[in-house]
């Protein structure tokens, strides 16, 4: 289906998401607050597969906190989670769409959250407010959230485009839904999530957007990426499948978003992505 993930191909075809994860969580790491006394909660919500945050966040956490929850609104990709961590009795896994309202049931079941992270999955969610209140909701007195995610990207626009080709429109009817992409168009994006957090009832807020050199070092990296993230392959015909990837290659090589980091300028191919902290009083 056009607007799922694929565990296997994000697992293998990950540098993209590393490669900007890893550098931002370590130099604004120290943002976070942990608890003195210990036994901090913490929850992950768009966790994918769990590989990002086995390698980059499971690693910087105290080792005497108290909970672990992974969440994704995708049961395949919890049960891909299970994986990394084997029976660690303080580490559960909850079905969560944060882009969704909170019933009671929910809000008892999970409880609140010293510490909420997030690694990509909110580039993908078009009602930001809403997501962000659920944060806010979740977090305990005092608590805080660190997210990661894509403002801007060469691979956002390459899909822009491609999608919005005649021949591969009656696939996606519904563009703006699988591929929301909510602050690709916006002209003072810090601006504007910094307002909403402030509205929302965050405080020691900051919302950084950093520009990041990546390009993918083969075509079959580049595909494999493209393959994990939604896409209207399915749908399609195997002769339209390959007609479908190899336009897609040659955007992406048109756009010098395949070949050596070293032969690249900064401006090539930049990514902005967003590193965001907030705490609730």
Known sequence: ????????????????????AKI?????????????KGKDTILDIGC????????????IIPKDF??????DKCQ???????????????????????????DDAMKT?????????????????????????????LLSPGGDCFLIFVAGSLYMEIVTELIGKARWKKFIVNPDEVYPFPHRKDPNPVKTVT???????????????EKSLFVFSTVDEFLGYLKGLPNPLQKMSQKEQEDYLKQAADLAIARNLIGEMSERKYNDTVSEIFVIYGRRD
């Open 195 to 209: 307002e909403m957090m402030k509205s929302i009832g965050f405080v020691n807020i900051n919302v950084k957007l």
């Open 66 to 71: 108290s909970k672990f929850v992974y969440s």
């Open 109 to 137: 079941k999970m409880g609140s959250f010293d510490h909420i992270f997030s690694l990509y999955s909110l580039t993908w969610i078009a009602d930001q407010r809403k997501c962000f209140e659920r944060i806010y909701e």
């Open 24 to 36: 931002f969580i370590e130099k604004y790491k120290h943002w976070l607050k942990w608890n003195p």
């Open 1 to 20: 289906m056009s607007g799922e993930f694929n565990p296997d191909q994000l697992n293998t075809f990950s540098a993209f998401r590393d490669f900007h």
């Open 48 to 59: 994918s597969t769990g590989a990002q945050s086995h390698k980059l966040i499971y690693p």
């Open 76 to 102: 395949l990709m919890l049960n891909e989670a299970k994986t990394h961590f084997g029976d660690d009795s303080k580490i559960s896994y909850e079905i969560l769409d944060i882009s969704s309202d909170l």
